[in-house]
T-cell receptor, first 112, second 113 residues
Framework: QKEVEQDPGPLSVPEGAIVSLNCTYS??????FMWYRQYSRKGPELLMY????GNKEDGRFTAQVDKSSKYISLFIRDSQPSDSATYLC????????????FGKGTLLTVNP | EAQVTQNPRYLITVTGKKLTVTCSQN?????MSWYRQDPGLGLRQIYY???????DKGDVPEGYKVSRKEKRNFPLILESPSPNQTSLYFC????????????FGQGTRLTVV
C-alpha cells in the first residue's frame, strides 16, 4: 500500500459546481497536511495547510483532515475555470527532513 | 519578488554526458530540496539540504549528486545520465520546520536519449 493515495481523475465539472478532492494515507506519523495546486508547465504552489485533525477555510476553499480515518479532503465552492489545474495533496511527518510526501495529483477541469 | 529559479527549463542530452541543473532562491531559506515528477509516480524527493554544507538523501537519490556551498544555491548534478532519469525536476525551498510553505521552481524537463 502506497503511503498516500489520491484518485488521479481526471475530474471535469461545470462552472459553479462544488468540487471534492480526497486523499487517504497509511503513515500515522503524518502530522502536517497540505494541498498544492499545479498549473500546466508550472511548479506546485501551496493552496492550503492544516495541522492535525480539523477544518480550515480560506475563501472558496475548505480543507478537512480526519486523522482517525487517515483521510483528507479539499472542497472548492463556486468553482471557476481558473481553478482548472492538478491538485496535489502532500503530507509531512515528524523527523528532521521536511520531506513532502505527495499524492499523485488529481487533474481538475472546470468548464465555463 | 520571492522566487526559486531553475535553469535550464528544458534539456535534451545523451546518455553519459554530465550535466548540472542549477537552482537559486532569493528568500534566505535554509531548507532546499530536489524532487522529480513522473507520470503515475507523482513527486518524489531526490536530495535535501538543511543548510549550507548539510545535505542528505531523499527517496530516490541513485544517480544524482548535490552540493550546498552557498545558502541560495542548490545545484543538482547528474554525473552519467541514463534514460531512466528522463523526468520533470523541481527544486523547492522553505524556512526550517514542517509548518512552513515550500516554494517550488518552474521545473526542468530533462530528456536523456
Amino acid at each position: 500500500q502506497k503511503e498516500v493515495e489520491q484518485d488521479p481523475g481526471p475530474l471535469s465539472v461545470p462552472e459553479g459546481a462544488i468540487v471534492s478532492l480526497n486523499c487517504t494515507y497509511s503513515n500515522s506519523a503524518f502530522q502536517y497536511f497540505m494541498w498544492y495546486r499545479q498549473y500546466s508547465r508550472k511548479g506546485p504552489e501551496l493552496l492550503m495547510y492544516t495541522y492535525s485533525s480539523g477544518n480550515k477555510e480560506d475563501g472558496r476553499f475548505t480543507a478537512q483532515v480526519d486523522k482517525s480515518s487517515k483521510y483528507i479532503s479539499l472542497f472548492i465552492r463556486d468553482s471557476q475555470p481558473s481553478d482548472s489545474a492538478t491538485y496535489l495533496c502532500a503530507m509531512i511527518g515528524g523527523g528532521s527532513n521536511y520531506k513532502l510526501t505527495f499524492g499523485k495529483g488529481t487533474l481538475l477541469t472546470v468548464n465555463p | 519578488e520571492a522566487q526559486v529559479t531553475q535553469n535550464p527549463r528544458y534539456l535534451i542530452t545523451v546518455t553519459g554526458k554530465k550535466l548540472t541543473v542549477t537552482c537559486s532562491q532569493n528568500m534566505n531559506h535554509e531548507y532546499m530540496s530536489w524532487y522529480r515528477q513522473d507520470p503515475g509516480l507523482g513527486l518524489r524527493q531526490i536530495y535535501y539540504s538543511m543548510n549550507v554544507e548539510v545535505t542528505d538523501k531523499g527517496d530516490v537519490p541513485e544517480g544524482y549528486k548535490v552540493s550546498r556551498k552557498e545558502k541560495r544555491n542548490f545545484p543538482l548534478i547528474l554525473e552519467s545520465p541514463s534514460p531512466n532519469q528522463t523526468s520533470l525536476y523541481f527544486c523547492a525551498s522553505s524556512l526550517q520546520g514542517p509548518d512552513t510553505e515550500a516554494f517550488f521552481g518552474q521545473g526542468t524537463r530533462l530528456t536523456v536519449v
